[in-house]
């Protein structure tokens, strides 16, 4: 039990959960790439991909693991990415920051989906059994290409004309 929900009920919800983040994530960097800020779906975003954070601490820990390295630095970046946005309102090297941190931590949500769907999906699984294998490597480079290149767009083209209001 953990929260008072059983193991299997609680990853469902932590699967919920990552699925919206990644989801209004990607809503939030299409914004980003088309110089508008979405501040509905950027709280939702950023409320989700720290709550799925948090929620992944909770599963049973045995020692320190890439999930878990993952999971502290997904805290990190949303430490910064927050108080960019809603107490410093994208002012000056607050907008980079911003945009570096919150584009990081959809990647990291993305990079941890591909990790899971390679390990609970049967044909993916299939492909690549241990994780290191070309199709998991091509498909983790893909991911990351991908989020760099929006990454690099975004700071050229996210530049909202006044600052963000909490």
Known sequence: MILGLSFATFTLVHVIISLIAIATGLAVLMG????RTLAGWTGIFLATTLLTTLTGFLFPISGFTPALGTGVVSTVL?????PALYVFH???AWRPIYVVTAVAALYLNSFVAVVQAF??????????PTQ?????????GFVLVLF?????IALKT?????PVLA
């Open 132 to 140: 290191s294998e070309p199709p998991f490597l091509a498909a983790q």
């Open 119 to 128: 390990q609970k999906l049967g044909p993916l699984q299939d492909l690549a």
């Open 90 to 92: 994208l002012a000056g």
């Open 78 to 82: 949303l430490a910064i990415a927050i």
């Open 32 to 35: 980003m790439l088309c110089g």
């Open 158 to 162: 996210f530049r909202p004309e006044r």
């Open 148 to 152: 760099v290149i929006a990454g690099f």
